[in-house]
T-cell receptor, first 112, second 113 residues
Framework: SQKIEQNSEALNIQEGKTATLTCNYT??????LQWYRQDPGRGPVFLLL?????KEKRKERLKVTFDTTLKQSLFHITASQPADSATYLC???????????FGPGTRLSVLP | EAQVTQNPRYLITVTGKKLTVTCSQN?????MSWYRQDPGLGLRQIYY???????DKGDVPEGYKVSRKEKRNFPLILESPSPNQTSLYFC????????????FGEGSRLTVL
């Protein structure tokens, strides 16, 4: 059956370190993968998109990689700050923009 | 300001009492969608719409109805709510051009007693 997993439910890191979040999927062949940030009680906010033919994407302190062979995406936040504390969701496009499927999310806490 | 607006934000109701959660977007987006979010299960798609009068089921459509009579509005209807529909609901929209990012509303927390 189809499944999306994110490495852990919660991740604690020290301020200034690099946070690495993992998104693994099985039985999907997504054309692209997106990452979202969700703060408590708020709707998810789009961060980055990476296509299946792209290996890496960067935006300021954020970096996303996409390995379709391993069926895995890694999401990195460099020089992390307490303000980066939130839940991060990965999402696959399962049907050409019609059916976005989300992972369960990883709750990141950046400790000062 | 580009936004997706949901109402109500919070609602407590009783089993069987029909309710509608409204969703409106001001970005002229063709694609709109409803999700529910439950602890441990993540976001699951209920229904989506590719354009006016075009709707289709997502992964968990049972117990819900939708309509898309205008491009900007996509209401979610619970004809006879049950306690298992207690959840946090999100409406989202996108330009619908394949890899378009989703814009989410602020969420509607529904409790069915």
């Amino acid at each position: 059956s189809q499944k999306i997993e994110q490495n852990s439910e919660a991740l604690n890191i020290q301020e200034g370190k690099t946070a690495t979040l993992t998104c693994n999927y099985t039985n999907y062949s997504p054309a692209y993968l997106q990452w979202y940030r969700q703060d408590p009680g708020r709707g998810p906010v789009f961060l980055l998109l990476i296509r299946e033919n792209e290996k890496e994407k960067r935006k300021e302190r954020l970096k996303v990689t996409f390995d379709t062979t391993l069926k895995q995406s890694l999401f990195h936040i460099t020089a992390s700050q307490p303000a980066d504390s939130a839940t991060y969701l990965c999402a696959l496009d399962n049907n050409y923009g019609q059916n976005f499927v989300f992972g369960p999310g990883t709750r990141l806490s950046v400790l000062p | 300001e580009a936004q997706v607006t949901q109402n109500p934000r919070y609602l407590i109701t009783v089993t069987g009492k029909k309710l509608t959660v409204t969703c409106s977007q001001n970005m002229n987006h063709e694609y709109m969608s409803w999700y529910r979010q439950d602890p441990g299960l993540g976001l699951r798609q209920i229904y989506y719409s590719m354009n006016v009068e075009v709707t289709d089921k997502g992964d968990v459509p049972e117990g819900y109805k939708v309509s898309r009579k205008e491009k900007r509005n996509f209401p979610l209807i619970l004809e006879s709510p049950s306690p298992n529909q207690t959840s946090l609901y999100f409406c989202a929209s996108s330009s619908g051009q394949g890899a378009g990012e989703l814009f989410f509303g602020e969420g509607s927390r529904l409790t069915v007693l």
